[in-house]
């Protein structure tokens, strides 16, 4: 248990849906982050929220949109996603140091996304 | 430029046996850390270094922070089959404050 909760755990989902990914996180971080985690590659940075501000979008497609009301949740918003959108979304926070960085993040256990 | 290679890609040891595996970069790091993965779940922090030259422990696990600043060394004493599963470095850059990911080392463990 690392504090940060994800649901759903496993998700399928059609072309044309529109689901959502949620994200929780108890351990009073100001920062959260959305990683996409393919097979066999290094984890994707997607999303960084500081202070429910956005500041990371890392050339991410439109057809997925975070949503960020508090510091303590997190949403991933999905629609007309393709199959190549299939992966492991995993969701992270951290406490951010100012200049120093944002240091340790803390994961949760993903979603297991199969877009049909 | 800030990429991280991590080595080896997978490793397939005795159980009792050490493992040793490293992240290199051609870059500056301020921080290094040590995830590890299990099957269908996130990757959990093991160790974090933040200062030239440190030497963290964690249990069986060791972890080295390389005193160019450009590398990290993680180090498992007597593997357990339950050590299997996917271990990643991240690191800090000196200028940036995104973590960037090694690709993993895939660990199994004959018993």
């Known amino acids: 248990e690392t504090g940060v909760t994800q649901t759903p755990r496993h998700l399928v989902m059609g072309m044309t849906n529109k689901k959502s990914l949620k994200c929780e996180q108890h351990?009073?971080?100001?920062?959260m982050y959305w990683y996409k985690q393919s097979a066999k590659k290094p984890l994707e940075l997607m999303f960084v929220?500081?202070?429910?501000?956005?500041?990371e979008n890392n050339s991410v497609p439109s057809r997925f949109s975070p949503e960020c009301p508090n510091s303590s949740h997190l949403f991933l918003h999905l629609h007309t996603l393709q199959p190549e959108d299939s992966a492991l979304y995993l969701c992270?926070?951290?406490?951010?140091?100012?200049?120093?960085?944002?240091?340790?993040?803390?994961f949760g256990p993903g979603t297991r996304l199969t877009v049909t | 430029g800030q990429q991280l290679n991590q080595s080896p890609q997978s490793m397939f040891i005795q159980e009792g046996e050490d493992v040793s595996m490293n992240c290199t970069s051609s870059?500056?790091?301020?921080?290094w850390l040590w995830y590890k993965q299990d099957p269908g779940e996130g990757p959990v922090l093991l160790i974090a270094?933040?200062?030239?030259?440190e030497l963290t422990s964690n249990g069986r696990l060791t972890a080295q922070f390389g005193i160019t600043r450009k590398d990290s060394f993680l180090n498992i004493s007597a593997s357990i089959p339950s050590d299997v599963g996917i271990y990643f470095c991240?690191?800090?850059?000196?200028?940036?404050?995104?973590?960037?990911f090694g690709a993993g080392t895939i660990l199994r463990v004959k018993s």
């Open positions: 351990l009073g971080h100001n920062a």
């Open positions: 270094l933040y200062k030239a030259g």
């Open positions: 991240a690191g800090q850059p000196e200028y940036g404050n995104k973590l960037v």
């Open positions: 992270a926070s951290s406490q951010d140091r100012g200049w120093q960085g944002y240091h340790e993040q803390y």
């Open positions: 870059s500056i790091f301020n921080t």
């Open positions: 929220y500081n202070f429910k501000e956005q500041t």
